[in-house]
């Protein structure tokens, strides 16, 4: 009784005695300043509510995705197409992966260390790490795939990165790899894909590339398979895969992501169109910017290839002077080609090594005009003794026994990028001066009948570097013959050193530096015309939160991330998000 009297609120009725004093005027002007509080309060209260909030990631939606060509070999052992490779990298996952900044870390593994040599890697399994079937992962299940690689019957495209690794398991959950020679790289193969021995043992190696597990795989990635359709020849054309919660690096948002595989970029630009599909890769640029004017979202990420002209001198005696390929290599439309072929998704290039690899070595800026680097070539082959034929208008060059004529084909793939750069190529040089025949192969013919044998003076062809810019075998003398990649046919003995060093050299500025000196050498010796580098590009609808392309080392590069993606979110308060 004494709280009350002490606390006691003034009754209603003196707020209503009061009310009924007002004049008509008056009570309007309490009304509506009333009204205002009453809104005041409640606009700032909302505000107040949604400065606090923030979206959430939610398990939910679906991603549907189109790609051209049928997978076959959904086994990181076997991979070959980029339908392969694509559900591969959802599919499994390796005792490493790279994360969305492109750097190396732990996925299987709980480590992974480098003995103080350079030539035994430990690998250490996270305890808990299992299959999608429930089955524990294990030391037996990584020396079973190195193993499955390294079997010649298997016929691994990934042998080369393991030839001559030996693997050995230390207890249930531990594995060294051991190597002849010190090799920088090799930690960047311990991102494939490690296979369930217990599914696979009993497959024999003939019968290794025919499983069903080829297009029903088990493995530990993000993503397991939940559903697959066939078409009436019994080839798969959709797979839906759902999340799988016991990964041991996340489980991602999206609760289905759905691919649908189509013959030709026709076919997958119709389904687009049609709404058929959300997502899509591997379209030219042409085509990108179609969509990107009809609204589409496109994301580009640089990949690290290098596409050049790269000249066989012993096939054409004009090529072996030095001047001649400075001069083709001043004249080539370099930026053209990306701005009217590539629509600008793609960087010129004047080196070997695809930009970003290494911030000190960058390329200089290219002359401004056609007439500018017609010319400046053009006075270079003059200094040199280099004449147009009054009749032909085709240089050469008189020397004691004879004279040399500057004409050369130029050989490249069917392809329509390719042969657009090709006749871009052929317009500049023979304004140049130079006699040029281009040639087109399609591409089984092209490695085959050309590229294998060496039989071109020129070659129009794309390099895939990687991102750890191990390009010894495209630039070492040893892989000028078949089966090496060394296509220009170079040969330098200080390059061979700097390369075989570059491999050994575990630490990063030191490894740079020897990069540097290798990129000014090939420049000066001009074994090819380098031209650009190519964007990757994405098609990815505008509800799909979190895509960060990054630089990429390949295309399939762009899921490192996907365990992050999300389509549903939810809102909270800040205070309740994890960090």
Not at 307 to 324: E, H, I, P, R, Y
Not at 357 to 364: E, P, T, V, W, Y
Not at 408 to 413: D, E, K, N, P, R
């Amino acid at each position: 009784m004494l709280f009350t009297k002490r606390f006691h609120i003034p009754k209603i009725r003196y707020a209503e005695k009061a009310l009924r004093q007002f004049t008509l005027a008056e009570k309007a002007v309490f009304f509506f300043l009333t009204v205002v509080f009453v809104l005041s309060a409640v606009i700032l209260l909302f505000r107040v509510n949604n400065s606090f909030l923030v979206d959430v990631p939610l398990r939910g939606g679906t991603l549907t995705e189109g790609i051209i060509g049928n997978p076959r070999f959904i086994n990181p052992v076997l991979a070959i197409s980029e339908a392969d490779k694509n559900l591969v990298s959802l599919v499994y996952s390796g005792l490493l992966r790279f994360d969305k900044s492109g750097k190396l870390t732990e996925d299987l593994a709980e480590s992974v260390t480098v003995s103080g040599d350079g030539l035994t890697y430990t690998a250490k399994l996270k305890p808990g790490a299992v299959f999608h079937d429930g089955a524990g992962i294990t030391a037996d299940d990584i020396v079973f795939t190195v193993g499955k690689i390294l079997d010649p019957g298997i016929k691994s495209p990934l042998y080369g990165d393991f030839v001559g690794v030996t693997v050995n398991k230390i207890d249930s959950s531990t594995v060294t790899f051991s190597l002849k020679r010190p090799y920088a790289p090799f930690i960047n193969n311990l991102t494939v894909g490690i296979l369930p021995k217990h599914v696979w043992s009993s497959v024999t190696d003939d019968e290794f590339s025919f499983s069903q597990w080829n297009v029903l795989p088990i493995g530990s990635g993000p993503y397991k398979v939940d559903n697959v359709t066939r078409d009436n020849g019994g080839i798969p054309n959709y797979y839906d895969l759902t999340p799988f919660d016991e990964s041991v690096a996340g489980s991602p948002y999206i609760a289905h992501y759905v691919f649908k595989f189509f013959p030709s970029e026709a076919d997958l630009l119709d389904a687009y169109d049609g709404g058929d599909i959300e997502s899509l890769s591997g379209i030219s640029p042409d085509e990108a910017l179609i969509l990107k004017k009809k609204g589409a979202r496109i994301l580009s990420a640089p990949l690290p290839r290098v596409f050049g002209v790269f000249f066989n001198q012993n096939s054409n005696s004009a090529l072996l002077d030095k001047t001649v390929r400075q001069a083709l290599d001043m004249s080539a439309p370099k930026q053209e080609i990306v701005d009217h072929v590539l629509d600008g998704y793609a960087t010129p290039i004047s080196g070997p090594l695809p930009p970003g690899l290494f911030a000190s070595i960058n390329d200089a800026a290219l002359p401004k005009t056609r007439a500018e680097r017609l010319a400046a070539a053009s006075a270079l082959l003059e200094k040199n003794g280099w004449t147009k034929n009054s009749e032909t208008g085709i240089l050469e060059k008189k020397s004691k026994k004879d004279t040399l004529k500057l004409s050369l084909s130029l050989a490249t793939s069917d392809n329509p990028e390719l042969r657009a750069v090709a006749d871009m190529l052929k317009a500049d040089w023979s304004e140049l001066g130079a006699d040029v025949r281009v040639t087109i192969y399609d591409q089984g013919d092209l490695n085959q009948n050309v590229i294998r044998p060496r039989r071109y003076d020129a070659l129009l062809f794309g390099e895939v570097v990687g991102k750890d810019a191990d390009v010894y075998p495209f630039w070492h003398s040893s892989e000028r013959n078949d089966p090496g990649l060394n296509i220009a046919l170079y040969a330098n003995s200080q390059v061979d050193k700097l390369l075989t060093d570059a491999r050994a050299e575990s630490d990063p500025a030191k490894r740079e530096m020897l990069y540097q000196a290798f990129d000014t050498a090939v420049r000066a010796d001009v074994p090819a015309v380098f031209l650009y580098s190519p964007n990757f590009l994405y098609v990815v609808p505008k509800t799909v939160n979190g895509v960060a392309l990054g630089e990429l080392g390949s295309p399939q590069d762009r899921f490192r991330d996907a365990r992050n993606w999300y389509i549903e979110t939810n809102s909270v308060w800040n205070i309740f998000v994890k960090n």
